[in-house]
């Protein structure tokens, strides 16, 4: 693949690129005179009617034009961006889950080969963030970036704030500009951008009295900020603090802190969904809080748009009515014994006995739930999509021989679902647990088809469902 943005992998066939002749092979350089430098400027420059491409094909170089609807896509899908022209964060953060992660290739003793790369890359890019939901800080923005945001009015971004002080916030995130976070959210909301904010909360270090007046100051920040959410944070065996300007040291929420950062998050709840016409709170509490205390998760009314779900925040109760709502297309019986495992990691083991239970009632089904504990990462980390290949593979070989169907989470592979995060393929994976049927499930609809599956039903797993990523 050349090394620049604008390489077409595939045209779609009847697609307005397909009627104009572009083929797969293609490097696409510009559209209407203008630059494609990545997948942003090929969103922005092809949305228009009338299109000019200007690519090279066998080192000619050449121009088609191409008319299409302005709603309808031009057709062409790219090879994935190359590593180098991702933009790489300029910061330290002293939670920083990348740091002190064992070296790529290096394996630990009875580790599988190292990890997958692209967890190696500190990426804190604003074209991400529009396109994908990535979280930036906006630490490292250049003249040129802030030019580039109003002209392309990139919005909404997804900003970690983390805290307001300027002080507190150069300390923690420990980048350029870091504590002029409110000012760079105001320049944002001068050019018509607007954005959901995080905060990554830390025990004694940035919640209750700090915590406070972050929520206070981003609230008179509205509109330009559209939701607030807060996460705890989330403690590796790697990511041990470093001493940093008399910080306590890092350590995860203990029930009772947790439960004073709810109480404190729930009363401006309240007052927000008290004044909201929807009745919606604009500021969230991500899944953990409810899994660490034991506490109910509100309900889907709460989460309104779910506009935070890919950062946890709803994802579980996203996950519990989509179950509901679809539980009745399980079948009643099996025609012949069977048995399932439900894989995940240890957090959500008690929604995924809820599911268990439903699944016990079909006659002839065995239902197993299997937690893994994160050997890797420490077993502080319990969420399914931080498991290792190698870590769910040992938790399950024993076991593996007492399951017909071993249902797994999707989130535990890459985009591309084909390897885990320690380079471990599911091709391997899969003839490891053989004879054992394995599926990696992005939602309940796909759990249930599986099962359907298994009962000589249904279409296996229905890609056109509704994709919504579990990280359970
Ligand atoms: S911005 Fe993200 S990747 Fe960069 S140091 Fe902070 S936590 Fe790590």
């Known amino acids: 693949m050349p090394k620049m943005y604008?390489?077409?992998?595939?045209?779609?066939?009847e697609s307005p690129a397909d009627r104009a002749g572009l083929q797969s092979g293609d490097l696409v350089r510009t559209i209407n005179g203008k630059l494609v430098r990545d997948l942003v400027d090929f969103r922005f420059y092809a949305a228009d009617e009338d299109l000019l491409i200007g690519?090279?094909?066998?080192?000619?170089?050449?121009?088609?034009?191409?008319?299409?609807?302005?709603?309808?896509?031009?057709?062409?899908?790219?090879?994935?961006?190359?590593?180098?022209?991702?933009?790489?964060?300029?910061?330290?953060?002293?939670?920083?889950?990348?740091?002190?992660?064992?070296?790529?290739?290096?394996?630990?003793?009875?580790?599988?080969?190292?990890?997958?790369a692209s967890l190696y890359i500190k990426d804190d890019d604003y074209r991400y963030s529009f396109l994908f939901g990535n979280f930036v800080t906006l630490t490292n923005l250049k003249e040129?970036?802030?030019?580039?945001?109003?002209?392309?009015?990139?919005?909404?971004?997804?900003?970690?704030?983390?805290?307001?002080?300027?002080?507190?916030?150069?300390?923690?995130?420990?980048?350029?500009?870091?504590?002029?976070?409110?000012?760079?959210?105001?320049?944002?909301?001068?050019?018509?951008?607007?954005?959901?904010?995080?905060l990554v909360l830390m025990p004694g270090i940035n919640d209750g009295p700090w915590l406070e007046r972050s929520i206070r100051d981003l609230l008179a920040l509205r509109p330009i900020v559209e939701s607030i959410s807060a996460v705890p944070v989330g403690l590796t065996k790697y990511n041990n603090m470093i001493e940093n300007e008399g910080l306590p040291p890092l350590r995860a929420y203990t029930v009772d802190e947790a439960n004073a950062v709810i109480d404190l998050v729930e009363g401006f709840q309240r007052e927000l969904a008290a004044e909201d016409p929807d009745g919606l709170p604009f500021v969230y509490?991500?899944?953990?809080?409810?899994?660490?205390?034991?506490?109910?998760?509100?309900?889907?009314?709460?989460?309104?748009?779910?506009?935070?779900?890919?950062?946890?925040?709803?994802?579980?109760?996203?996950?519990?009515?989509?179950?509901?709502?679809?539980?009745?297309?399980?079948?009643?019986?099996?025609?012949?014994?069977?048995?399932?495992?439900l894989v995940t990691g240890t957090m959500a083991v008690p929604i995924l006995e809820g599911l268990a239970a439903d699944l016990r009632k079909i006659e002839n089904l065995d239902v197993q739930v299997l937690p893994v504990i994160n050997q890797f990462f420490g077993d502080n980390v319990t969420v399914a999509g931080l498991l290792c290949g190698q870590d769910v593979l040992a938790a399950l070989q024993d076991r593996a021989s007492a399951a017909d169907l071993i249902l797994l989470s999707r989130v535990m592979l890459d985009n591309e679902g084909v390897r885990f995060l320690d380079d471990m393929t599911v091709e391997e994976f899969k003839e490891r647990l053989a004879p054992a049927r394995v599926e990696f499930v992005r939602n309940a609809q796909e759990t249930i088809e599986a099962v359907r599956s298994i009962a000589g039903i249904g279409r296996g797993n229905d890609r056109r469902l509704v994709r919504v990523q579990s990280r359970l």
């Not at 604008?6 to 066939?13: A, L, Q, T």
């Not at 899994?291 to 709460?302: D, G, K, L």
Request: some cysteine.
């Open 55 to 116: 690519f090279d094909r066998q080192e000619a170089q050449r121009e088609v034009h191409v008319k299409k609807g302005i709603d309808e896509n031009l057709g062409v899908l790219f090879g994935e961006e190359p590593t180098p022209f991702i933009r790489q964060c300029a910061n330290k953060c002293v939670f920083c889950f990348l740091k002190g992660l064992p070296e790529r290739y290096s394996p630990q003793p009875g580790m599988h080969q190292g990890m997958r």
């Open 285 to 341: 509490l991500s899944d953990e809080w409810y899994y660490i205390t034991n506490r109910e998760f509100p309900p889907a009314q709460h989460y309104g748009f779910y506009s935070q779900i890919e950062n946890g925040v709803g994802m579980t109760r996203f996950l519990i009515d989509q179950w509901a709502k679809t539980k009745r297309r399980l079948p009643a019986s099996m025609p012949e014994k069977q048995r399932v495992a």
């Open 144 to 198: 040129l970036d802030w030019q580039r945001l109003d002209e392309q009015k990139l919005t909404p971004l997804y900003v970690s704030v983390h805290v307001t002080d300027p002080d507190l916030r150069r300390k923690l995130v420990i980048g350029p500009r870091a504590g002029e976070i409110i000012e760079h959210i105001q320049r944002l909301g001068s050019m018509g951008i607007n954005c959901h904010t995080q």
């Open 6 to 13: 604008g390489w077409v992998r595939e045209v779609v066939p």
